[in-house]
C-alpha cells in the first residue's frame, strides 16, 4: 500500500447473498478507484462456503479479507426465531471480534462501510472517529421504506398487511399490504422490533450507497434527496452506484454452460430461487410439471423442499453441498426431460448462465442481486417472490418497468398450479406480450451499461463519493 492510497474496510453480512454485492463494491472500488479495501466478513457454518467462495472471487488478491467467523447462537434463538432476527444476533455476537479486526488495522481507515444487517457497528465507529456508510444492497424503493419507517410505526396502529389501503411512502409507488417485507408482518414478533433499531440506525450514518441507478429509480431517488418528510428522518447524502454485479468468468466453463452453448439464441429459461431460497415438496411438485408441459428448454437450479415455509436455508447454504438425492422430483422427470433442460443441484454459475446467449427467461425469486443480473443481461423474468423485499421487487419488475410476469396469486399465500406455470412459460417465450416485456429489458440493460460507464450517473456518484471520503 503506497502512502497516498486510501484505507477502506467494509464489512459484509453473513450468507452469499450478501457477500457478493459486497464484494462487488469491493473490487470496484479497489480497481476503478485504487482504494486498498479490506472486507470483514462473517461466516455462517463449519462449511463456510462463503470462504471457498471468496477464495474464488479473490485470486488476483485485490482486496484484502478478513474471515470472521460466527459465534454459536443456538442459546439465543429457538425454532421460531425469524431469519431476520438471527442475522442482527449473529452480527451482533460478531461485533467483539469486528472491533478487534479494525484496532488492529495498520492504516487510518477513511471510511467503514457495512451493509444492511452491519448497522449496528455504529458505536463501533463512533469510538475509532471512521466516518461511516451503509452499502444498501437493494433499491431505493425499500431503502425509501427504511428511511420512512419510524413515520410509519408512528402514524399505524394496526397490522400493515391488514391495511385496506396501501402505505404511503414519499417519492414512491404506494406499497401494497400484501407486499410488506417480511419483518413487517407480524409487529409482535421479534424480528419487526430489529427491524425498526435497524430502519433507525439507517438514518445515523454519514451517507447510504445503494445498488440501483438513477434512470430506473429516479423519482425515489430524487425524494431520498429533496423530499422534506424523508430529509427529516435522515439528511444524509445518498450515492446510487449500481447496478453492481459480478462479471463473467470465462474461465467458468462447466457442463451447463457447455450445454448451452449447443442451444438455440434465448431459447432456454433458467429457473432459481437465490442462494437459499426453498419450495415446498408440494410446489416443487407443481413447478416440475409446469416446466415439463410447457415443452421448453430449462436450467432448473434445484433444492431439497423446506415443507416449514422457513427461510432457513438462507444461512446454510453451500455451494458444494451436493444436495442429496433428487427423489422430491416427480416421479420419471428426469428421465422424461433429459433432452429438454439440466437439474442443477444446489448451485450454479448464475452470472454465466443469465449472461449466455441461449437463455431467454428467468424464474426468479426477485432477489436484488439476480434482478439485476437478469436486467443487465437483458434476460426477462417470471417474478415468483419468497422472503425479504422480493414482494415489492417483483411488483416493481411486472408493474413499474414491465420486464416481468407473474403469478395471478403471490406463490407465498397460494401453491402455484402447473398450468399456470406451462402458461407463465408459453407467455415469456413464445407471445407477443414477451416481445414488449423483451423491449423494456433491452432498455434496461442499455440504461445500466450507461450508468457505470465512464461519464454515466453511478460512476459520476461513485467519484464522488471517493472524493468525499478523501477530503473527510
Ligand atoms: N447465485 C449463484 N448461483 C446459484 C444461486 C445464487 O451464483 O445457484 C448467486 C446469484 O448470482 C446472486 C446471489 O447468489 O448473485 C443471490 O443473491 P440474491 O440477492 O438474488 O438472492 P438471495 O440469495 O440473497 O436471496
Not at 442459546?75 to 451482533?92: A, C, E, G
Amino acid at each position: 500500500m503506497d502512502s497516498t492510497q486510501l484505507h477502506v474496510a467494509i464489512m459484509s453480512s453473513p450468507g452469499i447473498g450478501h457477500l457478493i454485492p459486497v464484494l462487488v463494491l469491493g473490487n470496484r472500488l479497489a480497481t476503478h478507484h485504487n482504494i486498498k479495501i479490506t472486507i470483514l466478513t462473517i461466516t455462517t457454518n463449519s462449511s463456510s462456503p462463503e470462504i471457498e467462495f471468496l477464495k474464488k472471487f479473490n485470486e488476483k488478491k485485490t482486496i484484502q479479507i478478513i474471515p470472521v467467523p460466527s459465534i454459536d447462537i443456538s442459546h439465543l434463538i429457538d425454532s421460531n426465531t425469524k431469519l431476520f432476527t438471527q442475522l442482527r444476533i449473529l452480527v451482533r455476537e460478531a461485533l467483539p471480534e469486528i472491533r478487534s479486526g479494525i484496532a488492529s488495522m495498520n492504516h487510518r481507515l477513511v471510511a467503514l462501510i457495512v451493509d444492511i444487517f452491519g448497522t449496528q457497528i455504529l458505536p463501533i465507529a463512533e469510538e475509532f472517529n471512521i466516518p461511516k456508510y451503509v452499502f444498501h444492497p437493494t433499491n431505493a424503493w425499500s431503502l425509501a421504506l427504511f428511511m420512512y419507517q419510524q413515520v410509519l410505526d408512528q402514524e399505524i396502529e394496526s397490522e400493515y398487511v391488514d391495511l385496506k389501503q396501501p402505505l404511503e411512502i414519499p417519492g414512491c409507488k404506494a406499497l401494497r399490504p400484501d407486499d410488506v417485507m417480511d419483518p413487517m408482518m407480524d409487529r409482535s414478533d421479534q424480528q419487526y422490533h430489529e427491524y425498526l433499531k435497524l430502519a433507525l440506525e439507517y438514518t445515523c450514518f454519514d451517507g447510504i450507497l445503494t445498488n440501483t441507478w438513477e434512470e430506473l429509480e429516479e423519482e425515489t431517488i430524487k425524494a431520498l434527496r429533496s423530499n422534506e418528510k424523508l430529509r427529516s428522518v435522515s439528511r444524509c447524502p445518498i450515492y446510487p452506484i449500481g447496478p453492481l454485479r459480478r462479471t463473467v468468468d470465462i474461465t467458468e466453463h462447466d457442463e451447463v454452460i457447455h450445454w448451452l452453448d449447443k442451444q438455440n439464441q434465448k431459447s432456454i429459461l433458467y429457473v432459481s430461487f437465490g442462494s437459499g431460497g426453498t419450495l415446498s415438496s408440494e410446489q416443487i411438485i407443481e413447478l416440475a410439471w409446469g416446466l415439463e408441459l410447457s415443452q421448453h428448454k430449462f436450467v432448473w437450479v434445484v433444492r431439497p423442499p423446506s415443507d416449514n415455509g422457513t427461510d432457513s436455508a438462507y444461512l446454510n447454504s453451500n455451494e458444494n453441498d451436493t444436495g442429496g438425492s433428487l427423489e422430491y422430483l416427480p416421479k420419471g422427470f428426469l428421465t422424461r426431460t433429459k433432452d429438454m433442460g439440466l437439474v442443477v443441484p444446489m448451485w450454479a454459475q448464475q452470472v454465466e448462465i443469465l449472461s449466455h446467449l441461449s437463455v431467454g427467461g428467468f424464474i426468479s425469486h426477485c432477489g436484488w442481486n439476480s434482478t439485476i443480473e437478469s436486467l443487465t443481461s437483458g434476460v426477462p423474468m417470471i417474478a415468483w417472490p419468497l422472503h425479504a423485499e422480493q414482494k415489492m421487487n417483483s411488483t416493481m419488475l411486472t408493474e413499474e418497468l414491465g420486464v416481468a410476469i407473474r403469478p395471478m396469486i403471490l406463490p407465498t399465500k397460494k401453491l402455484v398450479k402447473r398450468e399456470e406455470i406451462q402458461e407463465m412459460v408459453r407467455i415469456l417465450m413464445h407471445t407477443k406480450e414477451e416481445k414488449s416485456i423483451r423491449e423494456n429489458v433491452k432498455k434496461l440493460k442499455l440504461s445500466a451499461e450507461n450508468a457505470l460507464s465512464e461519464g454515466g450517473l453511478s460512476y459520476n456518484t461513485m467519484c464522488e463519493f471517493v472524493k468525499n471520503i478523501r477530503t473527510s
